[in-house]
């Protein structure tokens, strides 16, 4: 492996850690606010923005996006976003240490197998050659893009006009999860998209006109908005152990099976590799199915501080 792998695979443990340690900490913000309607959303945004604690960890998320836009200017989809995934196991061992989050046997089983899935999606990574794609063509990203943002915000936004939410609560992680994941997705494309005008133009003045004119910023900032609001509702009503895996590996499985593709990056030629690529995105998917099916368990106050309902969405999980 050279440098500049082992550079880049740095770069991308950096990038995982503050996003991950980032969303911890804005759980830990969220369970003292009162609770978010995401109906309102000028009133959520002045809620969150006066909160210090809430903006450090914001913070941390905006440094861990920087990183993410560095490193794929030099590093393949299939190389960068295993590492980032990696960012679960980070988040399974805050939830404990930090949120003191417990969890049941199936769903600390189901748990356990999404952190499988970032294993399999590492080892499956492509061998020497593979290059950093930075071109694709906007038809087609357009093509993918609109309909997986579509669907992202109707997924996501599905928990919060739930009439019983007691009865629906255990699905409500997964929507949440998997919605913000194909919004997050979609802005992961965007972000590649702009990594090629770091390299395909030269000076700041040059790169700051490259990106403001590029419509992948825009895509950028809405669906990253769309998500974070969504995510935040998510956060604050369920356990981050859950909905944050789930968001994690649907985007990432996402973000590899699009990104590879839209940019024109070779797949790993070994079919040994290619079937733990595959077999990651079944387990992932077959993870997601058993977790929604969990029926709802009873959590003490003392696990989860904080208010006790969400507008459109009340129960906790």
């Keep these: ?67 993410q836009i ?21 988040v399974l061992v805050l939830s404990r240490l930090v949120l003191r989050e417990r969890l049941g046997a199936v769903e600390t089983w189901c748990v356990a197998a999404m952190a499988a899935c970032v294993v399999l ?45 007691g009865r629906r609560a255990p699905a409500a992680a997964i929507c949440f999860g998997v919605g913000t994941g194909l919004l997050y997705g979609v802005a992961a494309l965007a972000i590649k998209a702009l990594s090629g005008i770091l390299v395909g133009h030269h000076g700041a003045a040059g790169i700051a006109a490259g990106v403001v004119s590029s419509p992948y910023l825009y895509v950028l900032v809405g669906c990253s908005a769309a998500a974070m609001l969504l995510y935040q509702a998510g956060l604050q009503s369920c356990r981050a152990s859950i909905l944050i895996p789930a968001s994690n590996v649907t985007g990432s499985v996402y973000f590899m099976i699009a990104g590879t593709w839209l940019f024109h990056e070779h797949l790993p030629a070994s079919p040994g590799k290619l079937g733990l690529r595959l077999a990651a995105i079944v387990v992932a998917g077959l993870v997601l199915i058993t977790l929604s099916r969990q029926a709802p368990r009873p959590v003490s106050d003392e696990a989860l501080p904080g208010p006790a309902t969400v507008p459109g969405y009340a129960g906790r999980q």
């Design 1 to 67: 492996m050279s440098a500049g792998s082992y550079a880049g695979i740095a770069l991308s443990l950096l990038s995982a850690t503050a996003y991950n340690a980032g969303l911890i900490q804005e759980k830990r913000a969220l369970g003292r606010m009162p609770a978010l309607d995401i109906r309102r959303v000028p009133r959520v945004i002045a809620t969150l923005l006066a909160d210090p604690a809430w903006l450090a960890g914001f913070a941390l998320m905006l440094l861990g996006l920087a990183c």
């Design 70 to 90: 560095v490193v794929l200017t030099f590093e393949p989809v299939s190389v960068v976003q295993p590492v980032l995934a990696s960012g679960v196991v980070l």
């Design 121 to 165: 999606l590492a080892a499956s990574t492509g061998g020497r050659g593979t290059g950093a794609g930075h071109h694709a063509n906007p038809g087609w990203m357009a093509a993918v893009m609109i309909p997986s943002a579509v669907i992202g915000l109707l997924v996501a936004a599905s928990p919060l006009r739930g009439r019983s939410p």
